[in-house]
């Protein structure tokens, strides 16, 4: 059985509910071109290979997204598929499945109507949004299946599993975030190291895969590791192995360590604030001299892995106190990034609700539901300590908690609610109607208008808001968002 199909159940389930919120036909198919799992005229055609030279199996083959809008525009992407002539598909949108950055399936939507058609134009690239989330949901699934199987299935491609997010993946569109993204696309294919810095929960490690695979290095492992979270006695059998015998209850055959899985990949240290002073010098060592020596071991081994750390400490800090090695922080602080709190860029917050609101509903198998203005405006106003991960927290735990459709201030987590409920009791007081539509329709501006939007940005904003462009201006100026 192919690996995907191991949760078939479970894609169709998914299916199921996607298209009841798209409005969509929605198929899935293996790593074998098998449809797994369909919805409406796919349905009937789940267990049949799908035809030679499809659209699906084009992405599969290449493992990139794709979009067919029009089959008279775009027959060339159709041009080899056996039911060219016949096929009744007006546009389709396909997106891959990834295991460890390999494509072992495709999920996409299919439009059979012209109102279906009309959707998937009008609405590309947050369908293509959406699947590429889905995408990761069944990974995500298929990773949990494979670890409680009880026979032997590679335990450390499961403990290793990443997801392949893109910059895309990165939610946002406050200035220092988008500049972020920017500085590191360009350095993605440099073998450099690389330190990544920030608060917890600010998306460190999401930055961090997102330059893995998006470089040549994807069809590599990426491999993690949390310095903080290992023995001071076992990191260093962690990171660089150790041979038969090297010390007692070790294992006879020995055990790679992580940097020798890593291959040409990348290896993550993360917290690497952490990392203990006695393994200190064995890493500088890796990093000056591109090889390593496994415990109880005499032999050099070539690091062939682009090395990438992250940390929430203030190292030139423990360097001052000899907590840090000086020379160490020098071989890592390469190509610095810092990554921004979240209540620095607080108008980001709608468009991670929404994104943690679909996510969710779909993941719990829920009705996606609206949410109070109240609720959205306090949540914008904030201070999240825990940042990003708190805030995908608290909507993970309304939508467990929710039953009326519809958000609100009781769905709060017990520690937010006796705050929040000030919060409401005071604004409710004071704010007419009047005033909170206008916050409402403010915070939608901010949302889909970034601040210094081009022309064309903008254009693209008012179609999508079915208003027209100079109705978009005059609500700019009044809310001073120009």
Not at 340 to 366: A, C, G, Q, T, V
Request: with cysteine; proline share 4%; charged share 25%.
């Amino acid at each position: 059985m192919s690996s995907i199909a191991k949760i078939q159940d479970f894609a169709q389930e998914c299916a199921d509910n996607i298209a009841k919120i798209a409005g969509l036909d929605v198929s899935i198919i293996d790593e074998n071109n098998i449809r797994i799992s369909g919805t409406g005229f796919h349905r009937q055609l789940i267990g049949k290979r799908v035809p030679s030279g499809s659209f699906f199996e084009t992405i599969l083959k290449t493992g990139k997204p794709g979009m067919i809008f029009d089959r008279r525009e775009n027959g060339d992407k159709c041009s080899n598929c056996i039911f060219n002539e016949q096929c009744t598909e007006l546009a389709t949108i396909g997106f891959p499945i990834y295991k460890n950055g390999r494509a072992i399936g495709v999920i996409g939507f299919i439009g059979f109507t012209p109102t279906q058609r009309k959707m998937i134009v009008e609405h590309s690239s947050s369908l293509s949004n959406f699947l590429q989330n889905i995408s990761s949901l069944l990974e995500n699934k298929l990773m949990l299946q494979e670890i409680n199987e009880p026979e032997d299935c590679l335990v450390h491609e499961a403990e290793n599993y990443k997801k392949p997010y893109t910059f895309d993946s990165i939610i946002g569109t406050n200035e220092k975030l988008l500049a972020i993204i920017k500085k590191a696309k360009k350095i993605a294919d440099s073998p450099s190291t690389v330190l990544i810095r920030g608060e917890n929960g600010t998306g460190k490690e999401m930055l961090a895969q997102a330059i893995h695979y998006n470089s040549k290095r994807a069809k590599h492992p990426f491999i993690s590791v949390n310095c903080g979270a290992i023995p001071e006695q076992l990191i260093e059998s962690e990171l660089f192995g150790y041979e038969g015998g090297a010390f007692t209850g070790a294992n006879r055959n020995g055990k790679p360590g992580k940097f020798e899985l890593a291959g040409s990949g990348t290896i993550f240290l993360d917290e690497i604030g952490d990392l203990p002073l006695s393994v200190q010098p064995k890493l500088l060592r890796v990093l000056q001299e591109k090889c390593f020596e496994k415990v109880g071991g005499n032999q050099l081994l070539p690091v062939h892995a682009r090395v990438m750390a992250a940390t929430n400490k203030n190292l030139e800090k423990m360097v001052k106190e000899g907590r840090f090695r000086e020379d160490l922080y020098y071989r890592i602080n390469v190509l610095p990034f810092t990554m921004i709190p979240l209540r620095e860029r607080l108008n980001d917050i709608p468009m991670l609700l929404s994104h943690f609101i679909n996510k969710y509903s779909i993941l719990l198998n829920r009705q996606v539901p609206e949410i109070n203005v109240w609720l959205e405006q306090w949540l914008m106003n904030y201070d999240w300590p825990g940042n990003i991960r708190q805030l995908e927290n608290v909507v993970e735990y309304m939508i467990n908690m929710n039953e009326s459709g519809l958000l609100d201030f009781d769905d709060l987590p017990d520690d937010m609610q006796l705050e929040a409920e000030k919060y409401c009791n005071r604004e409710r007081g004071t704010t007419s109607l009047t005033e909170l539509l206008s916050q409402y329709e403010r915070n939608i501006l901010v949302k889909f208008v970034p601040k210094n939007a081009a022309s064309i940005e903008k254009a693209e904003a008012a179609k999508k808001l079915n208003i027209s462009l100079a109705t978009l201006y005059r609500k700019l100026e009044k809310y001073e968002l120009q």
